[in-house]
């Protein structure tokens, strides 16, 4: 029985709208109804649960920003980060998912591609009808993209694409994918790449201890003759692929912290009905300090998130402090996941709880979209002026 109950220390409710409100709780109610009863079990198998696609369209977790007449939701992105956080409160995988079919495959062909490529693709990837995953790292270029060698040709009215891209979400079960590749120039340029284009495979990653329940696969281009007008016209460059990742990762920054409301609130409930040495284990100082601080932690975390939503609805948040918000909440995250894991001793290594499942998928989430070091690259370069990515 899925008995999660969303903690609020500080009223933050109030900071939401009441759209804010209902969103959350359509979202969360599909969370408790499909999502948490099975995920463990399609964890455990390493499995993608394929028949929730559907629903995550149907509660708009499908690019909730992309207007209307596109087949979005048109909403702010306090209601997107909100959606996150209640999805990845099930599981970072299906959150995963969610993320790069909005943020990743939906927001370039919004924000980048052409009229004809918007009406083809966006109604259909809204509803879940066709799925997407976005190719950008290459097994010898990862933290680095900008070094990546799959490439592209000018053959007249098509162009020839060879390479191979590496862990790439829901790639296994994909129909297209948003590829970044170099032109003959070296510029990086976007495109959609089709499943059933000839020289076009996806090959399954298997053996992960991670997002289990998300697929992930590698895409392999041989000589791929990709139509021109699959290209985005105007984009060019790193910030073509980072103007979407700044769209995940501001997600991710809500997400992570839904997985950590759930792991505080299993420990929670769980230190008060535990009894060792003739009382319940919450009534011990070390496993009081041990809620105290997450649930600090998640309430910080959630000011930062809340605030970084105000100022990415205004199109003011910096790629900078999307950076800050996505690093502090899946370091806390994971920090929660672990003394979470702790509090519940032996049980807490079981697939009864979500707790441990939570934190290995975190494990993933800390490295993609930026990994933990690189968020804090990032604020270093941004604070101090002084470049030590090289
Ligand atoms: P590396 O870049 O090799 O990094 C290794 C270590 O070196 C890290 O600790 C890193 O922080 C550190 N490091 C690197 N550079 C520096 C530096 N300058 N200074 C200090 N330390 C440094 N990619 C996609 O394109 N699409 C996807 O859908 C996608 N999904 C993913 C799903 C999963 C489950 C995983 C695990 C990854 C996914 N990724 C995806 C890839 C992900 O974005 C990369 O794994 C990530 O960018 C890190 O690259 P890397 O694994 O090559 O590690």
Redesign the pocket.
């Known amino acids: 029985k899925d008995l999660y109950e969303a903690p609020d220390y500080y009223q933050l409710d109030e900071l939401l709208s009441e759209e804010h409100l209902l969103i959350r709780s359509t979202v969360r109610d599909w969370v408790k109804k499909e999502v948490s009863p099975i995920i463990e079990d399609y964890a455990q198998r390493a499995e993608f649960p394929k028949h929730l696609i559907k629903g995550l369209g149907e509660i708009g977790a499908f690019g909730p920003t992309i207007p209307v007449e596109y087949g979005g939701a048109g909403l702010d992105y306090t209601a997107y980060g909100i959606i996150m956080q209640e999805i990845e409160r099930g599981d970072s995988g299906i959150r995963s998912t969610a993320s790069?079919q909005g943020s990743?495959v939906m927001y370039p062909i919004y924000a980048y591609g052409t009229e004809e490529q918007r009406k083809k693709y966006l109604p259909k990837l809204a509803t879940g009808e066709i799925m997407g995953?976005?190719?950008?790292?290459e097994p010898d270029h990862?933290?680095?993209p900008g070094g990546m060698v799959t490439n592209i040709k000018d053959k007249g009215d098509h162009y020839l694409l060879n390479g191979a891209?590496m862990?790439?979400?829901n790639a296994p079960f994909a129909d297209i994918a948003v590829v970044w590749a170099k032109d003959e120039e070296g510029k990086i340029r976007g495109m959609v790449v089709e499943r059933g284009m000839e020289g076009f495979t996806t090959p399954e990653t298997h053996g992960?201890w991670?997002?289990r329940a998300?697929a992930?696969g590698e895409l392999v281009f041989d000589n791929v003759k990709v139509p021109k007008e699959n290209i985005f016209p105007d984009i060019k460059g790193l910030k073509g692929p980072l103007g979407c990742l700044n769209q995940a990762r501001y997600g991710i920054a809500w997400g992570a912290l839904g997985a950590a409301m759930d792991c505080y609130d299993t420990a929670l409930r769980y230190s008060k009905e535990r009894i060792q040495f003739g009382k319940p284990i919450g009534g011990f100082q070390l496993q009081q300090k041990k809620l105290a601080e997450m649930i600090t932690e998640i309430t910080k975390g959630q000011l930062l998130v809340w605030r970084l939503g105000v100022l990415k609805s205004e199109n003011r948040a910096t790629a900078e402090q999307i950076s800050m918000a996505k690093r502090n909440s899946v370091e806390i995250a994971l920090d929660i996941a672990r003394n979470a894991r702790q509090m519940l001793g032996g049980m807490g290594i079981t697939g009864e709880y979500s707790i441990m499942r939570h934190m290995m998928n975190l494990e993933?989430v800390v490295?993609?979209?930026?990994?933990?070091?690189?968020h804090l690259?990032i604020t270093g370069m941004d604070v101090t002026g002084l470049n030590a990515?090289?």
């Not at 995953?133 to 790292?137: A, E, K, R, V």
């Not at 490295?367 to 690189?374: A, L, R, S």
């Open positions: 790069v990743l995953c976005f190719g950008l790292t990862g933290s680095n891209k862990w790439i979400s992960k991670s997002l998300s992930t993933s490295t993609y979209e930026g990994t933990h070091d690189v690259l990515f090289k």
